[in-house]
């Protein structure tokens, strides 16, 4: 799998850059063609002629250190790179790289690579835990970084805990685990719709749920993984856009109603993972309704009901819908599977501690019309969506 692939390894300055060494060299033993760049503190560890004899390349160390006139070394580097490791990623690095900070040669380089990048942390036990790193990661992890966790064990701080750069044959291992992993929707084009929708009442206020749009970018994302085209249609959230995904914002359910239908007909798989608002106010104001003595009344009608539609307008289309109970999900979600002429649903109770809004995990159960039943105790959003998606590949087999 990695014979002749350009990698770039980033070293940052951890103890842990000896096991740097050892991975440059299982990366050459695989046939790969290896280029080091090493921060500063890097080399307070670990000489570059170190890296020079074990790649057989020049190291990087400096920006502005450029060895062809011809190129600009760090866009060079982005540029040819088939994958870049960053290993071992330190706090500094990740807080540096989920900034934007470009200040030296590695930095700069991850910035500019448009090229998957594979992170193994590596720091004291209680730096990996710190609510900074944890954010820094996440959002490299939403920018499409591929993160090897770290190990358990004892650390040179003489800490016991996790925070050890995983092991280099463990972590080409991973690599060449995932450049392998099948491409399970390939030519597909998905569709999937996430977050909550907005229902206006007057120019200040609006009805709305508690959903946060997780599951559904992270089926989005994964979709995008297992390459196939991807377009999100999303209401409201705070989200970033996974990458690879064409994101489309909606804010009201007639708004959702209407783009949905406009990428029905190209679409060959359409997950609709948002919480679209079943009522609406009838009577809505231009100007904001002022306070007045005693109750309130607001009269609401029904919205239009988006997953029954598609399945009436259903052709070729493999459709899944989202249902969230609060009491006898499985018998509530085997009534919709029917009644809304869907291929597929995805039934949670979002009373379960762990599961629904807000929450990075969930657990879920899938049901289709092939029979197939697939209960999802908790785990990630990301670990959900990826079983998903496998699911529904399968019964699309089945149906082909």
């Known amino acids: 799998m990695l014979e002749g692939k350009n990698i770039v390894l980033g070293v940052s300055g951890g103890i842990a850059a000896y096991k740097a060494c050892a991975l440059t060299s299982k990366l050459v033993q695989k046939g790969a063609n290896v280029k080091v760049i090493m921060t500063e503190n890097a080399q307070q560890f670990v000489q570059p002629l170190t890296f ?28 040819t790179a088939d994958f870049i490791i960053l290993a071992p990623a330190t706090a500094n690095v990740l807080g540096k790289v989920a900034n934007g900070i470009a200040d030296d040669m590695l930095t700069t380089t991850l910035l500019a690579t448009e090229a998957p990048v594979y992170v193994a942390p590596a720091m004291n036990v209680h730096m990996y835990g710190h609510p900074s790193v944890q954010n820094n990661m996440q959002r490299l992890f939403e920018y499409g970084y591929k993160f090897i966790e770290p190990g358990e064990g004892f650390l040179a701080c003489g800490y016991v805990g996790k925070g050890r750069l995983e092991e280099p044959e463990k972590i080409v291992s991973i690599i060449e685990e995932d450049l392998h992993k ?53 209401g409201p959230t705070q989200l970033p856009s996974p990458p690879g995904v064409t994101r489309i914002e909606i804010e009201s359910a007639d708004e959702m109603y209407r783009e949905v239908l406009r990428h029905y007909g190209q679409s060959d798989i359409v997950i609709k993972a948002a919480a679209v608002a079943d009522y609406r106010p009838k009577e809505t104001f231009d100007h904001k309704m002022k306070k007045k003595e005693g109750s309130l009344t607001v009269e609401m009608e029904r919205t239009k009901d988006i997953l029954q539609t598609l ?9 899944v819908g989202f249902a969230a109970e609060t009491n006898d999900p499985l018998r509530y979600g ?54 998903l998606l496998i699911c529904i590949r399968e019964d699309i087999k089945e149906e082909e």
Not at 53 to 79: C, G, M, W, Y
């Open 334 to 387: 085997k009534e919709k599977l029917q009644k809304k002429h869907l291929n597929a649903i995805v039934v949670n109770d979002v009373s379960k501690q762990g599961a629904g809004f807000q929450t990075d995990t969930n657990a879920v159960t899938y049901l289709s019309r092939t029979g197939r039943e697939v209960s999802m105790p908790v785990m990630s959003k990301q670990d959900i969506a990826k079983k």
């Open 311 to 319: 399945g009436e307008q259903k052709k070729h289309q493999f459709l």
């Open 182 to 234: 099948p491409r399970l929707l390939q030519g597909k084009h998905v569709l999937v719709t996430a977050g909550p929708t907005r229902e206006a009442i007057d120019p200040v206020r609006f009805f709305t749920n508690h959903s946060s749009g997780k599951m559904g970018y992270a089926i989005a994302g994964q979709a995008s993984l297992f390459g196939a085209k991807v377009t999100l249609i999303s």
């Open 52 to 79: 020079q004899a074990l790649s057989r390349n020049p190291v990087f160390t400096d920006t502005f250190d450029e060895q062809d006139a011809a190129k600009i070394a760090h866009i060079d580097l982005a540029d």
